[in-house]
């Protein structure tokens, strides 16, 4: 809380009294003992915020300064809750490994997630920053985890986990999930140009439907009886399955309704411990459904279950049966006929949190109205389709040629989202065929669909004026960094490890990173991978990105597995 008086003591002491602290769960405890700068502003109410980091960093604190504040002022809009802190300060550290904690009143960061320097940082780094602020923030109303979206989150955390708090780890899917699907709404509040709801289906829906095809998912309820189970939990499950379902619960409850069972639930158990049947009471307290037992049964034990579709064709017609339960429990039967050669599409703005598996015909309608006016179909459903499409090939459920048509009309996209997704998905099957000898067949088709997508790219930086040869754009120099590396050799590779020792910044040196990883020297990576591991003051969180981001290349793939088998052999 706020500084109340200072007392003079002997021998040059001073005595710093504060006014109480509000009720706080016991690991929301933080201090931080530094010889940082700091920035400070102080809201209409009298509040003060406060962020801090080293001294020749903290210009690039700013940013941090001037969103969290908004974020805050959204959030108490939003939820109908004051934010009961009368100060707040955000810290950013050099090394962090958990990325970010949302401690009530004194948020920390690592550096790379709260600062950002407008005149070398990238669109990205900022994007990141507001997403952690934000789910951070989120987090100080209820407690119990991309730049400028990464303030979101924290900010977002202030509420929910912070203010209302979990009674054991088994709802912790509850707390970060909440946080990691309203940290999106408070980033498209400040910044609705980014379009955050598309993007939620790259982060969290895509990535969680990923993770859940695995053999290692689990429910998103897990029950904790021991600590070591606890870190367990801090997984996609938690974080983006559990905001997608919130998303898809959202969607089924409206968004008027499930924010104010929002406030309800915020009101009712501020400073106190829930459980998540205490969220679903609240939220039914509106003429809606019984979402606790609808909830309850579908979807807290979410699993893989299959509905087969097609069981409903007819020779001329696709009769889906919607219900629609409503307060006097009668129901009522919509029956859609569609035309067997037409094409249509399932769970819009992919709000349900499941894929969708269509009928051959669907999916060459599908494909040929992609190719005529991909336009007619919505850019959530088309990123849907892709990514669906694509698992489905994995699975060996549709060939990979149905896949690869469907890609054709790629040549004409131009949304992000869509593009991310084909990106991330074409990419896994450059890794799946890298030693094969389809692999030259498969790049010469991607550029066939990159080629005039590039062309459309804005290189007016790149004028006659060589100065761009000396100061690259930070959003190009991920690109040029690795096509150096790529095409270059021992003195290429040499200089750019240099550089990234000089980096002064996170995010400086998250960009070189992964271009270190470029080369196609096998004796350089061993000598990268005998390098890090010989640094003993390598931060954790450094060494880890550096070898998995060595993993992601096919190279490196079989260079990193032989010297794990080596390490084994030696612990033998």
């Not at 924010?259 to 106190?272: A, I, V």
């Not at 290189?459 to 150096?484: F, G």
């Amino acid at each position: 809380m706020a500084l109340e008086r200072s007392v003079e003591l002997p021998d040059d002491w001073i005595a710093d009294e504060f006014r109480p602290t509000v009720n706080t769960s016991t690991y929301l405890l933080a201090f931080v003992v530094c010889q940082f700068k700091s920035l400070s502003a102080v809201d209409s109410k009298g509040r003060n915020f406060t962020v801090w980091a080293r001294p020749e960093l903290i210009h690039a604190a700013k940013y941090a300064l001037e969103i969290g504040q908004k974020i805050i002022r959204f959030f108490e809009d939003y939820y109908e809750v004051a934010y009961p802190l009368e100060k707040t300060d955000m810290v950013a550290v050099p090394d962090f490994l958990a990325g970010a904690m949302e401690n009530w009143g004194l948020i920390i960061y690592r550096e790379a997630t709260m600062l950002w320097d407008p005149k070398t940082g990238t669109a990205a780094g900022r994007q990141k920053v507001a997403t952690v602020v934000s789910h951070e923030i989120a987090h100080q109303a209820r407690h119990t985890f991309k730049q400028d979206t990464r303030l979101f989150l924290l900010i977002m955390l202030q509420w929910f986990g912070n203010l209302v708090t979990l009674t054991w780890w088994d709802d912790l899917w509850l707390n970060e999930g909440f946080a990691s699907f309203v940290e999106n709404i408070g980033v498209d509040h400040v910044h609705p140009e980014w379009r955050m709801d598309e993007q939620f289906l790259l982060e969290d829906v895509q990535k969680a439907l990923g993770h859940d095809a695995t053999s290692s998912s689990r429910p998103v309820i897990q029950s904790v009886h021991f600590p070591k189970e606890i870190n367990e939990l801090f997984d996609a499950i938690s974080y983006n399955k559990g905001a997608s379902v919130l998303r898809m619960m959202e969607s089924f409850l409206g968004r008027d309704t499930f924010r104010l069972g929002l406030r309800n639930y915020l009101q009712e158990f501020k400073f106190k411990n829930t459980v998540h049947e205490d969220l679903w009471r609240s939220l039914t307290e509106f003429p809606m459904a019984d979402s606790y037992q609808i909830w309850k049964t579908e979807f807290l034990g979410l699993g893989r279950r299959r509905r087969d579709l097609a069981k409903r064709y007819t020779l001329h017609a696709l009769s889906l049966r919607l219900f629609h339960t409503l307060p006097v429990k009668e129901s009522m039967v919509v029956e859609i006929d569609i035309d067997p050669s037409s094409w249509y599409v399932l769970n819009l703005r992919q709000a349900g949190f499941y894929r969708v598996h269509y009928a051959d015909n669907n999916w060459e309608a599908l494909t040929k109205q992609l190719l005529s006016d991909y336009k007619v179909i919505p850019v959530h459903s088309r990123a849907q389709i892709i990514d669906d499409l694509f698992s489905l090939a994995n699975r060996g459920n549709v060939p990979y040629s149905v896949f690869l048509n469907m890609t054709k009309y790629l040549s004409n996209e131009e949304e992000y989202v869509t593009w991310e997704t084909a990106t991330r998905t074409l990419r896994t099957l450059t890794r799946l065929l890298a030693f094969d000898s389809s692999y030259g067949a498969l790049l010469a088709y991607i550029r066939t669909l990159v080629d005039r997508v590039i062309n459309q790219v804005d290189w007016n930086m790149m004028t006659e004026n060589e100065d761009h040869l000396k100061n690259i754009p930070p959003s190009l120099r991920p690109a040029v960094y690795c096509t150096a590396i790529d095409a270059g050799g021992q003195l290429e590779w040499r200089f750019l490890y240099r550089q990234l020792k000089y980096a002064e910044r996170d995010e400086e040196a998250s960009g070189i990173r992964p271009s270190l990883a470029c080369t196609r020297d096998i004796w350089i990576m061993k000598e990268y991978i005998n390098s890090l591991l010989a640094q003993d003051n390598l931060e954790t969180h450094d060494l880890q990105e550096s070898l998995s981001l060595l993993a992601t290349t096919p190279l490196g793939t079989l260079v990193m597995w032989e010297h794990i088998r080596e390490m084994w052999k030696r612990a033998e």
